[in-house]
């Protein structure tokens, strides 16, 4: 997977989610490589190297192994792993499956959705479906600044697109190809008992003013996770790591430097 690095010392590892790449950690990789050896990846079927792997599948299973894959490859386990939305429900389950390659895990607004014992499986709003089936046409059809502003507005906050900066917009633009991909491959959702499998420790951080769904998910984990702290990046929304840089950034320092102290 191609990647980018800054900084010295323990493996922070971040990994983007929908419509995203290695560019979207540039805030922290700024910020945080004064104490981390920081190191941002793109996933499979993302920029810059979609075209280089047609033959891959596209697939959140595949992305958690892949995960793995890379910090072996990089010969620093266990490492310090961050997620965010589609790449919190990767990241989780790269936890899951791998507990040996990760020391602690923070998610950012993970996606996916809740199992709760004895209650019908949860599902995105009707609405919701259809308003990203909608977006993913659009982009398919050559209009990808509205499929991508529909889609974008649906996962953050309406007027989000409109108000994003350029860099974010170009990202979008590289990766729009991927929303049609990830739609045919769900996420799984959070189960008890399998949320309760991830033993190490876990910072959950929502925005303020992220939609209800990654907020209900985020209350869910704290009290499904043996092990985990919870903060809230005062104003923001989905993309709070942009937004609020240093707030993000001194929750994920704070974290883990308080594991850090615990364990010495």
Same mark, same amino acid.
């Given at each position: 997977?191609? &990647?980018?690095? *800054? ?14 790449? &290695? ?12 104490? &981390? ?8 079927? &993302? ?20 995960? *793995? ?51 019908? *499986? ?143």
């Amino acid at each position: 997977m191609p &990647y980018v690095e *800054a900084g010295e010392g323990e493996l922070l590892l971040f990994v983007h989610g929908s419509l995203c790449d &290695y560019r979207y950690w540039q805030p922290q990789l700024a910020g945080l490589s004064k104490q &981390y050896r920081c190191v941002a990846v793109s996933l499979t079927h &993302y920029w810059p190297a979609a075209a280089e792997q047609p033959g891959h599948p596209f697939s959140w299973s595949r992305h958690a192994d892949e995960v *793995a894959e890379f910090i072996d490859r990089f010969g620093a386990r266990p490492a310090h792993v961050v997620g965010h939305s589609r790449g919190g429900s990767v990241t989780f389950q790269f936890a899951r499956r791998h507990p040996e390659r990760v020391r602690t895990l923070t998610l950012a607004d993970p996606g996916g959705q809740l199992q709760i014992a004895g209650q019908p *499986a949860a599902r995105l709003p009707g609405t919701v479906n259809v308003l990203r089936a909608k977006a993913a046409q659009l982009i398919e059809a050559g209009d990808v600044e509205g499929g991508l502003r529909l889609f974008v507005d649906s996962v953050s906050r309406p007027g989000f697109w409109a108000m994003s900066t350029p860099g974010f917009r170009r990202m979008a633009t590289d990766n729009a190809h991927t929303l049609a991909l990830q739609l045919q491959d769900p996420l799984p959702a959070y189960v008890p008992d399998e949320v309760a499998e991830v033993r190490c420790p876990v910072l959950l951080i929502d925005g303020e003013k992220s939609p209800d769904m990654f907020r209900r998910t985020a209350t869910a984990l704290q009290e499904w996770l043996p092990d985990a702290r919870r903060e809230t990046v005062r104003g923001a929304s989905h993309g709070m790591n942009l937004a609020h840089p240093g707030a993000f950034n001194r929750y994920v320092d704070g974290f883990i430097q308080a594991v850090n102290a615990r364990e010495a």
